[in-house]
């Protein structure tokens, strides 16, 4: 029986040695992963570095995608059904290291901005694996939690959530671990606009550690220049990898989307 082809990136830790009794794989740098390497491989293991579109798989042998992230918006997933290509990705893989994340930014911004967190209300905006980790971290540190998923609200009714306009004109905090998505009901391209920002409470903290295109760069430079918030954190950035300067030098704290960038995440 003729073995597999895989090609995987370099950056996939513990990894090697797993395949190489079943497949002959190859590692490269997902960054640099071109339509040649992957022409006659059978599948591809990938992060976000390498975009697997049709430029990328037109004419491949590729018959299944994996990442090893949460996120998949790095796959052309219309392309994907077109082209009869299976791709799977790893849902919670590495919500511990972001909900860690996000409670060591913002104990860190307690602590240099002398407030306790306890009795603040913090907004989560997206309750899947990383927001409900979040939510359960901030209740233990004594804060009010408030709610905001529409697709599961949706699926599972109001109950604990509530609408957006209300989290933001009560949230101290808002924090958002939405999946990146232009279509359908609820799209979330740009949801942290110039109307989002307008809505928050004065002087409130925006968190974005999701996808960088969460957030309008243009609306979120308003809002700062309005002062309407007191501080920003953010981990995604439009265009990555360059982020915009002017919001990194500004930022309580910004990172290169590295939230989520544990060893046992990548795994």
């Given at each position: 029986?003729?073995?597999?082809?895989?090609?995987?990136?370099?950056?996939?830790?513990?990894?090697?040695?797993?395949?190489?009794?079943?497949?002959?794989?190859?590692?490269?740098?997902?960054?640099?992963?071109?339509?040649?390497?992957?022409?006659?491989?059978?599948?591809?293991?990938?992060?976000?570095?390498?975009?697997?579109?049709?430029?990328?798989?037109?004419?491949?042998?590729?018959?299944?995608?994996?990442?090893?992230?949460?996120?998949?918006?790095?796959?052309?997933?219309?392309?994907?059904?077109?082209?009869?290509?299976?791709?799977?990705?790893?849902?919670?893989?590495?919500?511990?290291?972001?909900?860690?994340?996000?409670?060591?930014?913002?104990?860190?911004?307690?602590?240099?901005?002398?407030?306790?967190?306890?009795?603040?209300?913090?907004?989560?905006?997206?309750?899947?694996?990383?927001?409900?980790?979040?939510?359960?971290?901030?209740?233990?540190?004594?804060?009010?939690?408030?709610?905001?998923?529409?697709?599961?609200?949706?699926?599972?009714?109001?109950?604990?959530?509530v609408s957006l306009d209300a989290l933001l004109s009560e949230s101290d905090?808002?924090?958002?671990?939405?999946?990146?998505?232009?279509?359908?009901?609820?799209?979330?391209?740009?949801?942290?606009?110039?109307?989002?920002?307008?809505?928050?409470?004065?002087?409130?903290?925006?968190?974005?550690t999701s996808r960088g295109p969460v957030t309008d760069t243009g609306a979120?430079?308003?809002?700062?220049?309005?002062?309407?918030?007191?501080?920003?954190?953010?981990?995604?950035?439009?265009?990555?990898?360059?982020?915009?300067?002017?919001?990194?030098?500004?930022?309580?704290?910004?990172?290169?989307?590295?939230?989520?960038?544990?060893?046992?995440g990548k795994a």
């Amino acid at each position: 029986m003729k073995r597999l082809k895989i090609i995987a990136d370099d950056k996939i830790p513990f990894l090697k040695g797993v395949m190489e009794p079943y497949a002959d794989i190859i590692y490269l740098p997902g960054a640099k992963t071109t339509a040649g390497d992957v022409r006659d491989a059978d599948a591809i293991f990938t992060r976000t570095r390498t975009k697997c579109n049709e430029a990328l798989l037109k004419g491949s042998r590729v018959g299944l995608i994996a990442t090893a992230t949460i996120g998949f918006d790095h796959i052309d997933t219309a392309y994907c059904e077109t082209a009869g290509i299976r791709w799977v990705n790893a849902p919670g893989c590495n919500s511990w290291s972001v909900q860690q994340y996000i409670t060591a930014a913002i104990a860190t911004l307690a602590y240099q901005r002398k407030f306790s967190l306890s009795g603040l209300t913090i907004g989560v905006i997206g309750v899947g694996n990383v927001g409900s980790k979040v939510a359960k971290a901030a209740e233990a540190l004594g804060m009010r939690v408030l709610l905001n998923d529409p697709p599961r609200a949706d699926r599972e009714g109001a109950g604990m959530f509530v609408s957006l306009d209300a989290l933001l004109s009560e949230s101290d905090i808002v924090t958002c671990h939405t999946p990146l998505t232009k279509e359908g009901p609820y799209p979330t391209y740009h949801l942290a606009s110039d109307l989002f920002f307008s809505k928050m409470k004065e002087k409130a903290v925006f968190i974005n550690t999701s996808r960088g295109p969460v957030t309008d760069t243009g609306a979120l430079k308003q809002a700062i220049k309005k002062n309407k918030l007191s501080d920003y954190i953010l981990d995604v950035w439009e265009g990555e990898p360059d982020p915009d300067p002017d919001l990194l030098n500004g930022a309580f704290i910004g990172t290169p989307h590295i939230a989520g960038y544990s060893s046992d995440g990548k795994a």
